[in-house]
């Protein structure tokens, strides 16, 4: 069996949460079907106190192989590099992280916390979080630029807040069942098969997209119109499968005519959080935003959207919907 550790660091347990709500496969097929050996996790396991003590130390101890190490939330640094705000076992948990990760034949990173540091590391960030190997969008984090586990990778980064529970599920038996290399990454050491596409794919309001017609107000999202252009969706600018990998199987935030917040994207929270930037697209010169998807640029980009808003078909901008 393949021996797997989680290591909850400076987040909010909500990639644990996701994670217990896993359906393809679910965590009980990780154990009974794929061969994971879950040695520790938080929210599962019986063991605690000295039980929990004696069994990092059999790791640390090469007594016990350490296969896959999966790390839930920000490194915290804080204060002045000692790592005193998040202790464990009388260490500061940075330490343990930092031998366990050079123990792993894998390290994961589950959620924008452990990947890039999230909202945790957002300015002023007086827990001095990072991320395992970034910090928002630079890459060194808390391992350094260079680091590889022992089966010569990079962490491998599972962003989200919280990151879709079967993304990390169907990761883990990639590995686990020693097809780790079929798992290829992208440039900042995503999985492509779920972050290589746009939010946007898949998307029930791509049509309104197409054609430029926006939602104007809240309260219009489930209806009609894109809520790109008013509202603060990043749905055509974040990479990732929301639309197509459905949320509860049921559906996902711009299908609920909620605006794509770009979470699994290192830059998230967008603006630092900044007054007047949440649910609301950022324009330069009065009209044209300031972000527009990847390939283009805000002043072509507003030219095309001029010319589709002069053709788009009647159904556009009717509310398709009725009683």
Same mark, same amino acid.
């Given at each position: 069996?393949?021996?797997?550790?989680?290591?909850?660091?400076?987040?909010?347990?909500?990639?644990?949460?996701?994670?217990?709500?896993?359906?393809?496969?679910?965590?009980?097929?990780?154990?009974?079907?794929?061969?994971?050996?879950?040695?520790?996790?938080?929210?599962?396991? /019986?063991?605690?106190?000295?039980?929990?003590?004696?069994?990092?130390?059999?790791?640390?101890?090469?007594?016990?192989?350490?296969?896959?190490?999966?790390?839930?939330?920000?490194?915290?640094?804080?204060?002045?590099?000692?790592?005193?705000?998040? /202790?464990?076992?009388?260490?500061?948990? &940075?330490?343990?992280?930092?031998?366990?990760?050079?123990?792993?034949?894998?390290?994961?990173?589950?959620?924008?916390?452990?990947?890039?540091?999230?909202?945790?590391?957002?300015?002023?960030?007086?827990?001095?979080? $990072?991320?395992?190997?970034?910090?928002?969008?630079?890459?060194?984090?808390?391992?350094?630029?260079?680091?590889?586990?022992?089966?010569?990778?990079?962490?491998?980064?599972?962003?989200?807040?919280?990151?879709?529970?079967?993304?990390?599920?169907?990761?883990?038996?990639?590995?686990?069942?020693?097809?780790?290399?079929?798992?290829?990454?992208?440039?900042?050491?995503?999985?492509?098969?779920?972050?290589?596409?746009?939010?946007?794919?898949?998307?029930?309001?791509?049509?309104?997209?197409?054609?430029?017609?926006?939602?104007?107000?809240?309260?219009?999202?489930?209806?009609?119109?894109?809520?790109?252009?008013?509202? =603060?969706?990043?749905?055509?600018?974040?990479?990732?499968?929301?639309?197509? $990998?459905?949320?509860?199987?049921?559906?996902?935030?711009?299908?609920? =005519?909620?605006?794509?917040?770009?979470?699994?994207?290192?830059?998230?929270?967008?603006?630092?959080?900044?007054?007047?930037?949440?649910? &609301?697209?950022? &324009?330069?010169?009065?009209? $044209?935003?300031?972000?527009?998807?990847?390939?283009?640029?805000?002043?072509?980009?507003?030219?095309?959207?001029?010319?589709?808003?002069?053709?788009?078909?009647?159904?556009?901008?009717?509310?398709?919907?009725?009683?």
């Amino acid at each position: 069996m393949a021996n797997l550790l989680w290591v909850h660091g400076g987040a909010c347990n909500g990639n644990t949460q996701s994670f217990l709500n896993a359906e393809e496969p679910t965590v009980i097929d990780l154990v009974t079907d794929f061969g994971i050996n879950i040695l520790y996790h938080h929210s599962l396991s /019986m063991e605690f106190g000295d039980q929990v003590r004696r069994l990092y130390d059999q790791i640390l101890s090469d007594e016990i192989p350490l296969d896959i190490l999966v790390v839930e939330g920000t490194v915290i640094q804080g204060p002045n590099g000692t790592g005193h705000y998040d /202790m464990l076992m009388d260490r500061p948990k &940075k330490d343990w992280i930092l031998e366990f990760s050079h123990k792993a034949q894998y390290v994961v990173a589950i959620g924008d916390c452990a990947c890039w540091g999230g909202i945790p590391a957002t300015k002023p960030n007086p827990s001095e979080s $990072i991320g395992l190997q970034y910090l928002k969008g630079e890459r060194g984090g808390f391992l350094g630029a260079e680091f590889r586990s022992k089966a010569g990778l990079p962490v491998i980064n599972i962003p989200g807040c919280p990151a879709h529970p079967d993304w990390v599920t169907q990761i883990l038996v990639a590995i686990a069942t020693g097809r780790a290399e079929d798992v290829l990454l992208d440039d900042l050491q995503r999985p492509q098969t779920f972050f290589k596409t746009f939010t946007q794919t898949g998307c029930t309001r791509v049509q309104y997209f197409e054609w430029k017609e926006s939602v104007e107000e809240f309260g219009q999202g489930t209806r009609k119109g894109c809520l790109f252009y008013e509202q =603060g969706c990043r749905g055509p600018m974040t990479h990732s499968p929301c639309n197509r $990998i459905l949320w509860n199987r049921q559906s996902s935030k711009t299908r609920a =005519g909620m605006p794509c917040i770009g979470c699994t994207e290192p830059q998230f929270p967008f603006f630092d959080l900044a007054p007047g930037t949440v649910f &609301k697209t950022q &324009k330069i010169l009065g009209s $044209i935003p300031r972000e527009v998807p990847q390939g283009s640029d805000p002043l072509s980009y507003s030219v095309n959207a001029a010319m589709a808003r002069a053709v788009a078909p009647k159904w556009a901008k009717e509310d398709m919907f009725v009683p």
